[in-house]
């Protein structure tokens, strides 16, 4: 058979086609010299690009980055080539303020007031100032914005020649930002890829876990739909222990109130209360301004002063200092100062909304909004002053269990499939502290989440979904409900209460004492555990009770939830998740997701779906 006209194997005949030809055509060259050669090709483009970028910064067109710092030709040749190491930098930090972990072009993070540092410290370069990635900076964990970390570890090339290094680097940053220490590592360390696993703890008031108010949207369906599921007897059972929380509030608290205004205003503040949906004007819990008449009742009058819009308006940090104690203690510990020295006289607190402009008029409240702002000021102490019952917090411990293992948590973050195998993460371990402390009078839960890694918004989902599946006496196996394929909507949890409490570098450590080397040491962090229970003490659990107290952050998100008259949540429900497909099915079509609802679930974080917890 003539192969030239079959399009046999022949070589001779076909030498000339097949991949060696047309575009990709390399001739005779080698794998590596087509390589060398295509990078000689590529070079003189990109030594182009560099130059006129160099040119527009010397020239003053272009912007450098927050975090980089500029050095003329002399200034880098007159420091000289001095040697760097490959090192695991250990550090901690309060994010308030932060637009998160991880460098931004134009926006403070704590990477680039760290590399900021670095420079200033001398541990970076002048000629490696302008660019992080000249010196191999990554990572070991990411956080968003507003998220803490008492531990966390970034791997790069650094001058550590003087023996006085961290104390410099600490000298140049915020008192939000420590470095504990600095160890040599191998030259192939990675503080992303080398981390075992990752520790976190997550901060919630226990009042969280109370049931929706009765007359809150979801407070009214969850019984209905128990009743429908035949399920109503044991829904009463799983929410026994809370049971009378709202009915004694009504009859001490919101009866009395209303009892003492007008028939007309007291409707309307019934039913502004729980029968609207959320929305970025809805009033805050605040102070209004009262007076109590002769007979005791309460008498609600406009202010004379101007008061800030609703939309905005946030109340100052109390200037009381907070005090924490377990719950079975007396007050045996120290008060914790209330002072923040990073905080510059005139500047806004991290988390505070801008202070208003001089000169900027603000209409007075209405009767009703001052009297509902008074009224839910009321309610809102009332909640802060629960304390947990030890069933419901074994409750808590039983559903945070029903995390360990390996799961599919594609419901879990963002951007993720059902089938996605990156959505399958593993769970080592998730604990509730057994002793609530108190701080400031109100009762906090401490939550460990221990992980091989976690996806974007992963731990503060997890969060909410336990909390909702306690506070709307929902059967824990609806857990797994979750992992299957249906699409669940699982708000995030603010970010206050999240803190990386330290990345695990076990199998790296172990490897380092086996092969004992001469100057390089292991990545943890027990050496610095004083400082670091001191420093998570001021910097880091202070803010956020201090934020806390003054912005009630975990008040507005639940009673936001309860408020959103759509079915997404019915799937919390004893009818479980075809209550809540059922309920789409009947809706009007386009109509909001929780997620859309409520600000605070959709803000304006960088979404990521490879990201990391934050």
């Known amino acids: 058979m003539d192969q030239s006209r079959t399009g046999g194997r022949g070589r001779s005949q076909n ?9 990709r055509r390399r001739t005779d060259m080698g794998r590596s010299d087509y390589k060398r050669n295509l990078a000689e090709r590529v070079a003189p483009d990109k030594r182009a690009d560099d130059a006129n970028k160099r040119q527009k910064l010397d020239e003053g067109e272009g912007n450098l980055p927050a975090y980089a710092t500029s050095f003329s030709k002399e200034e880098i040749d007159a420091e000289g080539r001095k040697p760097k190491k490959k090192v695991a930098v250990m550090l901690g930090y309060s994010g308030s303020g932060y637009k998160g972990m991880q460098l931004n072009h134009n926006e403070k993070t704590i990477e680039g007031d760290l590399f900021s540092a670095f420079v200033a410290a001398g541990a970076i370069s002048k000629a490696n100032a302008d660019d992080p ?21 970034i791997s790069l090339k650094m001058i550590i020649e003087d023996p006085a290094i961290v104390e410099k680097i600490n000298e140049k940053l915020s008192p939000q930002i420590r470095v504990w220490g600095i160890e040599r590592t191998n030259g192939s360390f990675s503080a992303y890829q080398l981390c075992d696993s990752r520790i976190y703890e997550y901060l919630i008031p226990t009042y969280c876990f109370l049931p929706p108010h009765p007359e809150s949207f979801l407070g009214k369906e969850l019984p209905k739909l128990a009743e429908e599921a035949d399920d109503l007897n044991e829904y009463q059972e799983r929410q026994a222990e809370v049971s009378s929380f709202w009915k004694d509030a009504e009859e001490e608290l919101v009866k009395p109130f209303l009892d003492g205004l007008d028939a007309g205003l007291a409707a309307s503040i019934r039913k502004a209360l729980y029968d609207v949906e959320p929305s970025s004007t809805e009033v805050q819990p605040d102070t209004a301004p009262t007076v109590t008449s002769d007979n005791g009742t309460v008498e609600v009058k406009p202010t004379d002063t101007e008061i800030q819009p609703i939309v905005t308006e946030v109340n100052p940090a109390p200037d009381l200092p907070a005090t924490a104690q377990t719950a079975d203690e007396s007050n045996h510990q120290p008060p914790v100062s ?5 905080i510059k006289p005139g500047e806004d607190s991290p988390g505070e909304a801008p202070k208003p402009k001089e000169g900027t008029k603000r209409a007075p409240p209405s009767a009703l909004e001052a009297a509902l702002k008074q009224l839910k000021s009321l309610i809102v102490a009332r909640k802060k002053a629960y304390q947990i ?23 879990y973050t963002i951007s993720k499939l059902p089938r996605d195998p990156s959505a399958k993460r593993i769970i080592i371990s998730f604990t509730v502290a057994p002793k609530p402390i108190f701080i400031n009078e109100t009762e906090w839960l401490s ?56 990345p695990v570098f076990d199998t790296y450590n172990s490897k380092m004492r086996v092969e004992d080397v001469e100057g390089k040491g292991e990545v943890a962090f027990e050496k610095y555990e004083k400082e670091i229970e001191e420093f998570k003490q001021r910097e880091i659990y202070e803010r956020i009770f201090r934020e806390e107290n003054a912005h009630d952050t975990f008040h507005s998100f639940f009673a936001s939830l309860d408020s959103v008259r759509e079915a997404d949540l019915f799937y919390l429900s004893s009818l479980g998740v075809p209550a809540a497909r ?33």
């Open 582 to 614: 059922r309920q789409r099915a009947e809706g009007e079509k386009g109509s909001k997701s929780v997620e859309q609802i409520i600000p605070e679930v959709s803000d304006d974080e960088r979404e990521d779906a490879n990201g990391q917890e934050g």
């Open 447 to 502: 939550m460990k989440v221990h992980g091989q890694s976690f996806m974007m918004h992963q731990i503060r989902k997890m969060v909410t979904m336990a909390a909702l599946i306690v506070r709307c006496g929902c059967p824990e196996e609806r857990m797994k409900d979750s992992y299957g394929h249906e699409k669940l909507t699982i708000p995030k949890a603010p970010s206050l209460g999240l803190l990386l409490e330290r």
């Open 133 to 153: 990635k000249k010196s191999s900076l990554v990572r070991c964990a990411r956080t968003d914005r507003g998220v803490h970390a008492a531990g966390n570890v």
């Open 15 to 23: 030498k000339d086609r097949g991949r060696g030809t047309g575009r």
């Open 389 to 411: 019952d030890p069933k419901r917090l074994a409750r808590i411990q039983s559903v945070l269990n029903q995390y360990v293992g390996t799961h599919n948590f594609h419901n």
């Open 338 to 342: 209330a002072s923040d020295s990073s």
